[in-house]
């Protein structure tokens, strides 16, 4: 099994990537929140993988952080839901967003991702709410659910102005939130555009 590839990052497009290790390309499919965090055509990236070996292909999905890819490994486990539609849930939203999700049972939220419907949705509320947690999913969520408070409520404003979750996420990370409100988040993240 691949765990993790190191090397050099020499090709990003549409949620798949290559990466050169010793002059061997490995192609990995990433979600968008991995794709849009990653660095720049020729610089060295580290990802953790998940090996998927089927009857037509062999696949590789990396993440960014195990926070990410143990979600990944809990979604791929729920009956109807296989890593392509794991790893579209993960583009539409942050693994504190789907960990908020199914802790508030938010069927609405859930059903607002491509290829979720209804039946999807409740599915996904009942077979992860008792894995679905801060301890299960590692310190990743803790950090960022405790550092990121007003982050979080930024994007949750813009949102709830229209934006894509993925896309508010991104609006927000672009600025430096440390030191700011909710209120100078939203306007500074609206003013960017």
Do not use: W
């Not at 953790?48 to 890819?69: I, M, N, P, T």
């Not at 729920?78 to 942050?94: D, Q, R």
């Not at 299960?136 to 102005?161: P, R």
């Amino acid at each position: 099994m691949i765990a993790r590839i190191s090397g050099t990052l020499i090709a990003a497009e549409g949620g798949e990537i290559v990466v050169d290790v010793g002059g061997v390309g490995y192609e990995l499919q990433v979600s968008l929140n991995t794709f849009f965090a990653l660095p720049p055509l020729g610089a060295q990236v580290a990802l953790l993988c998940h090996f998927v070996v089927r009857e037509d292909a062999q696949l590789l999905y990396g993440f960014l952080d195990s926070a990410e890819r143990a979600l990944f490994r809990l979604l791929i486990k729920v009956n109807g839901v296989g890593p392509k539609m794991a790893l579209a849930i993960l583009s539409g939203m942050s693994v504190v967003e789907l960990q908020r999700a199914v802790a508030g049972d938010d069927i609405a939220r859930l059903t607002k991702l491509p290829g979720v419907g209804k039946k999807t949705a409740e599915r996904l509320l009942i077979e992860l709410r008792d894995k679905v947690d801060l301890s299960a999913l590692g310190g990743a969520i803790d950090s960022a659910a405790a550092t990121g408070s007003a982050a979080d409520e930024a994007a949750a404003a813009l949102a709830a102005l229209g934006y894509r979750p993925a896309d508010a996420d991104k609006m927000i990370a672009k600025l430096n939130s440390a030191e700011m409100t909710t209120e100078e988040l939203v306007k500074a993240a609206l003013r960017n555009l």
